[in-house]
């Protein structure tokens, strides 16, 4: 049962991922959690059945309108996105994701660390810097950048 809007919410925003992870939280947690107290138990139980409660008759679309709530927008697929992946596929994908994001800051913070070297050590022609420290020789061409060495 998923009444809570985090579930719409992520699915809209392009993250499968996490709404598997949410449905396998009390699978996770019945281990952990099997030898605690009755009385925490309980008092999750009940605290969870009244926010089940909550969320569902807060979705009838009479109580929205009494409390003057925004109705809730149904987020259609982009069109074009292609078919929606597996688990496995969707796996593989956020983790070359993160790998490309990654490889990425590494190069950013590279570059970084380079300008700042070539300013502590002066390397300045004629208010221009001296690229060749960088090495981007090749990256600053195709951008149209003039070097010393252009």
């Known amino acids: 049962m998923e009444l809570g809007a985090d579930s719409a919410k992520l699915s809209s925003q392009g ?10 939280i009390p699978f996770i947690m019945f281990p952990i959690t099997m030898n605690f107290s009755g ?6 139980l009940t605290t969870n059945v009244i926010s089940l409660v909550q969320v569902g008759f807060l979705r009838l679309p009479k109580v929205r309108s ?3 709530i925004d109705p809730i927008v149904v987020v259609q697929p982009v069109k074009g996105a292609g078919p929606k992946k597996g688990f496995v596929e969707g796996m593989k994908e956020a983790w070359n994701n993160q790998k490309i994001t990654a490889e990425l800051n590494d190069r950013q913070r590279l570059i970084d660390s380079n300008f700042r070297r070539a300013d502590i050590q002066g390397s300045l022609e004629d208010g221009m810097r001296d ?4 090495g981007l020789h090749g990256d600053l061409a195709s951008l149209g950048i003039e070097t010393a060495d252009n």
């Open 15 to 24: 993250f499968p991922l996490l709404i598997y992870f949410f449905r396998a």
């Open 66 to 68: 009494y409390f003057d």
């Open 39 to 44: 009385a925490i138990l309980c008092y999750w």
């Open 131 to 134: 690229w060749s420290m960088l």
